[in-house]
């Protein structure tokens, strides 16, 4: 896909060493390391500014591992725009894609692994300016905010927060517009950190929030985590419910109502994802759709075939000849 932000260029390399350097500048220092298939880096790195937030573009072209430790000094909104990422913040996993963003906090140790094809919108924020919002609520904790390191990009509040940046990147590839006045630049600022802290659980006091929404949220997005750790496991609304605390009916109630579906439902969508992984991979004349469904739990390929198709908007075999 098209890169996004190209009137900022910041990097385009291929070599390992300028890339980690850069990167590292632009962000914080991390160990950066190839993965074992052959090819070529090709980074791209493009970046813009809103007030004390960066827009960020970045891609590898190669699979990578980055190892940053703690962030410190800010949070970090990763937005797969293509591709997938595996995203480990504290003891939680995200499988990120299109679907699920990342949020690591500035406080838990950070280990990411980026798909060859993974280009991300990242969002920079400091972490003096989440915390100086946060605390303009009465009772806030002085502690620093931790969000849920799962963003459903499909929330509508995720969405309407989408916009803002989405907005900031448009404004950006202005030569001049609203956001180059320091002022409007300063606002808009802060509408997208108070934005991030209506739109995403985290540890302040939100008042706009009742209390069951934000118990709600965290149930579900708990459940999600454990769905996307582990979708090999023959998982169920029972087991489920039980490993977040809440009855089925309950947790059953909460998928329903906050995503329009079942557990079982995002289960089949996070078995499809990793089936289409391993499509994409494969070799024609090594591997059948057959062996990859089944790897999976899809025993029916004709169902198989038709959800596949629903998801991707193309046929398995499809995927496997590419």
Same mark, same amino acid.
């Given at each position: 896909?098209?890169?996004?932000? =190209?009137?900022?260029?910041?990097?385009?390399?291929?070599?390992?060493?300028?890339?980690? *350097?850069?990167?590292? $500048?632009?962000?914080?220092?991390?160990?950066?390391?190839?993965?074992?298939?052959?090819?070529?880096?090709?980074?791209?790195?493009?970046?813009?500014?809103?007030?004390?937030?960066?827009?960020?573009?970045?891609?590898? #072209?190669?699979?990578?591992?980055?190892?940053?430790?703690?962030?410190? *000094?800010?949070?970090?909104?990763?937005?797969?725009?293509?591709?997938?990422?595996?995203?480990?913040?504290?003891?939680?996993?995200?499988?990120?894609?299109?679907?699920?963003?990342?949020?690591?906090?500035?406080?838990? %140790?950070?280990?990411?692994?980026?798909?060859?094809?993974?280009?991300?919108?990242?969002?920079?924020?400091?972490?003096?300016?989440? !915390?100086?919002?946060?605390?303009?609520?009465?009772?806030? %904790?002085?502690?620093?905010?931790?969000?849920?390191?799962?963003?459903?990009?499909?929330?509508?509040?995720?969405?309407?927060?989408?916009?803002?940046?989405?907005?900031?990147?448009?404004?950006?590839?202005?030569?001049? #517009?609203? @956001?180059? &006045?320091?002022?409007?630049? *300063?606002?808009?600022? $802060?509408?997208?950190?108070?934005?991030?802290?209506?739109?995403?659980?985290?540890? &302040?006091?939100?008042?706009?929030?009742?209390?069951?929404?934000?118990?709600?949220?965290?149930?579900?997005?708990?459940? @999600?985590?454990?769905?996307?750790?582990?979708?090999?496991?023959?998982?169920?609304?029972?087991?489920?419910?039980?490993?977040?605390?809440?009855?089925?009916?309950?947790?059953?109630?909460?998928? $329903?109502?906050?995503?329009?579906?079942?557990?079982?439902?995002?289960?089949?969508?996070?078995?499809?994802?990793?089936?289409?992984?391993?499509?994409?991979?494969?070799?024609?004349?090594?591997?059948?759709?057959?062996?990859?469904?089944? =790897?999976?739990?899809?025993?029916?390929? #004709?169902?198989?075939? !038709?959800?596949?198709?629903?998801?991707? #908007?193309?046929?398995? *075999?499809?995927?496997?000849?590419?």
């Amino acid at each position: 896909m098209t890169a996004l932000l =190209r009137r900022h260029p910041v990097l385009a390399t291929a070599d390992l060493d300028e890339a980690r *350097s850069s990167v590292g $500048q632009s962000f914080c220092p991390h160990r950066l390391t190839v993965g074992p298939r052959r090819g070529a880096l090709s980074v791209v790195h493009n970046a813009a500014s809103v007030g004390g937030i960066g827009i960020n573009y970045l891609r590898y #072209g190669q699979d990578v591992r980055i190892t940053p430790g703690t962030f410190d *000094s800010f949070y970090l909104v990763q937005i797969p725009l293509n591709g997938t990422a595996r995203v480990k913040v504290g003891d939680t996993v995200v499988q990120s894609d299109r679907r699920f963003a990342s949020l690591p906090s500035p406080t838990l %140790p950070v280990d990411m692994e980026w798909s060859a094809d993974c280009e991300q919108l990242l969002v920079h924020i400091p972490r003096d300016a989440v !915390q100086s919002a946060a605390e303009t609520h009465p009772g806030a %904790p002085s502690d620093p905010v931790v969000f849920h390191p799962l963003v459903d990009m499909n929330s509508p509040a995720m969405s309407s927060w989408m916009r803002i940046v989405h907005l900031a990147c448009d404004e950006a590839e202005r030569e001049t #517009g609203v @956001l180059s &006045s320091p002022l409007a630049a *300063s606002h808009f600022e $802060q509408v997208i950190v108070a934005g991030l802290l209506a739109a995403q659980p985290n540890t &302040s006091v939100q008042p706009s929030q009742p209390a069951r929404t934000a118990v709600t949220s965290r149930t579900v997005r708990c459940a @999600l985590d454990l769905i996307h750790e582990q979708p090999e496991y023959p998982w169920r609304v029972t087991e489920l419910a039980t490993r977040v605390g809440v009855g089925p009916r309950t947790l059953q109630a909460a998928f $329903q109502r906050e995503r329009g579906t079942t557990p079982l439902e995002e289960l089949r969508r996070a078995r499809l994802a990793r089936a289409h992984a391993d499509l994409v991979d494969a070799r024609p004349d090594g591997t059948s759709v057959t062996e990859v469904a089944t =790897r999976w739990g899809f025993f029916h390929l #004709g169902r198989f075939s !038709q959800f596949y198709r629903a998801e991707f #908007g193309l046929s398995p *075999s499809q995927t496997l000849a590419s």
